[in-house]
């Protein structure tokens, strides 16, 4: 009943904010106007679409909201201006009482809360879709304390994320059964990657597990702040971290007050987004202002600080250098470049024509070049050539769709910061840098070190390994003679039965005539 109660009440939002009528425009016949219009007390589609979509996911709750996040990363699949409108949707969520997250916290450690912490704010300071956070002071394993947030998981997430994505799936099924505009958006496919990327949100475990990953890639570049985790009070809805304290990116006016320079960090947030991407292949997915302080602390002034790791990104060597040979071919104008690096990448059909892709390319990136450098937008670039690949019947990689959307928030934010930020002129030294570094000898004498340890193991057996191989070539050699030699005299055999055979057969003849010509003389 309560699923009921529920799926009318998302197609009653559905029908007041006019979704219909964007997503089954081949569908709509005059009757379902009248009906839609009664059902839905107050329908008023004067909004523009994206705004509806936005705020009818707003009214929906939570789940939706999250969904709308993720939706705004596929650009590929997206209108730019739906697209646009999502990337607004925030977590304001009501936090939920904090005797609930209490009990989970006592729960998940099987401690009361003040054997755990020397002290607990039951105000959260934070509350978005998924989880809420608390500060505490915890007691560390030296006897001494130590400032922390405390992550605590919603309480039942997983029944209503499941319910919710039951009654998406059906949804989405519905949009793409019944109308050309929806099937275009693949909403099956959108529900899907929601529940992968939700579910993986779920385990806050996982969370701090990329969190301590990116802390150990960025610990040597000093520019960046990731806090630590406390292992022994991580569990699946629950996980402790070092408390960080800095100012939200979005104020640059208080940072410009307190001393920052704000410029270099506009360019340092660029540096750390590169060396996630180019030099990790792991790069933190949900960089937008909220989850961006920066940290005011003598000993670590101007850094950046980094929170909320839920979402992730990953790039294999072979997705590195497709885009940073995409990125310097772009700018180079080399077009035909662009096109062979679709095609040797596999994403694009071996038959493609070269010159076809190359031409459909530069009609899609020359306008680019009217502008000065420091407009280019390094995302919408990778935006625009998705969907040139789209035409020519590719399916882009979604890790290379997380990326694009993190580039945004990066370049949007950089902009933000500072107006005058050139991004290819900060992003190309580090870009060429690397592609050296991939080709030149460093590279080389790396991967022999890495290989270096097999070497030895195999070099103290290399004679044996070599006489075993002669020793098996010789056997094979001579089993290969002998069965040579065998298959020769049984063909021997062969060849002297048909002989034989054929001249029996020729006597016998021979023999019939003279016994013929007898008998009639």
């Not at 009214?59 to 990337?87: C, H, N, W, Y």
């Not at 103290?460 to 002669?470: I, Y």
Request: glycine share 6%; net charge neutral; charged share 25%.
């Amino acid at each position: 009943m309560t699923r009921l109660f529920r799926g009318v009440f998302i197609v009653w939002v559905v029908l007041r904010y006019g979704l219909d009528e964007l997503f089954l425009t081949s569908f709509q016949k005059p009757w379902l106007h009248v009906i839609a219009r009664i059902v839905s007390v107050g329908r008023n589609l004067n909004a523009p679409r994206g705004q509806r979509i936005r705020e009818a996911l707003e009214r929906l709750g939570p789940i939706f909201v999250k969904f709308g996040q993720v939706l705004s990363t596929r650009r590929d699949l997206m209108p730019l201006d739906i697209a646009d409108e999502l990337a607004r949707l925030q977590d304001r969520v009501p936090p939920f009482s904090s005797d609930v997250a209490i009990a989970t916290i006592e729960r998940s450690f099987n401690k009361k809360i003040g054997d755990i912490f020397v002290s607990f704010d039951r105000e959260p300071i934070a509350s978005a879709s998924i989880a809420q956070v608390h500060f505490a002071v915890l007691k560390d394993r030296s006897g001494g304390t130590r400032e922390v947030a405390v992550k605590v998981l919603r309480p039942g997430m997983l029944a209503a994320i499941d319910k919710d994505l039951s009654l998406m799936r059906m949804m989405a099924g519905w949009v793409e059964g019944l109308s050309a505009d929806g099937k275009r958006l693949k909403p099956r496919e959108v529900v899907a990657e929601f529940d992968k990327y939700l579910h993986d949100e779920l385990d806050l475990v996982r969370e701090a597990s990329s969190a301590a990953q990116l802390r150990r890639n960025m610990a040597g570049l000093d520019l960046v702040l990731i806090p630590e985790m406390f292992w022994d009070y991580c569990m699946t809805d629950v996980i402790v971290m070092e408390r960080m304290t800095g100012i939200p990116i979005s104020q640059v006016d208080r940072l410009r007050e307190a001393g920052v320079d704000i410029p270099k960090l506009a360019r340092d947030g660029v540096t750390i987004f590169f060396t996630q991407v180019f030099r990790d292949g792991f790069f933190h997915g949900d960089m937008h202002p909220g989850n961006i302080q920066v940290s005011l602390d003598p000993a670590t002034f101007g850094r950046y600080i980094s929170l909320d790791f839920g979402i992730v990104g990953t790039l294999t060597e072979s997705d590195k250098e497709y885009l940073a040979q995409n990125f310097t071919a772009f700018f180079r104008r080399d077009y035909k470049r662009v096109a062979e690096l679709h095609i040797q990448s596999g994403w694009v059909p071996a038959a493609t024509r070269v010159d076809e892709l190359e031409s459909a390319i530069r009609s899609v990136c020359e306008p680019y070049f009217d502008r000065p450098l420091k407009e280019i937008s390094l995302g919408m670039v990778l935006m625009r050539l998705f969907q040139t690949s789209r035409r020519f019947s590719v399916e882009i990689q979604p890790q290379l769709v997380l990326l694009q959307k993190t580039l945004l928030n990066i370049e949007g934010l950089g902009r933000q910061l500072d107006p005058e930020l050139d991004l290819w002129n900060t992003a190309k030294p580090f870009l060429e840098k690397w592609m050296i570094d991939q080709l030149g000898p460093a590279k080389l004498v790396e991967q022999l070190r890495n290989e270096a340890p097999q070497y030895a193991k195999l070099l103290p057996e290399l004679p044996r390994l070599l006489f075993d191989f002669l020793q098996h070539s010789k056997s094979n050699s001579g089993r290969v003679v002998e069965e040579l030699l065998a298959e020769q005299k049984r063909t021997n055999k062969l060849l002297q039965a048909l002989m034989y055979g054929g001249v029996g057969f020729l006597l016998g003849l021979v023999v019939m005539q003279l016994i013929v010509r007898v008998r009639v003389f």
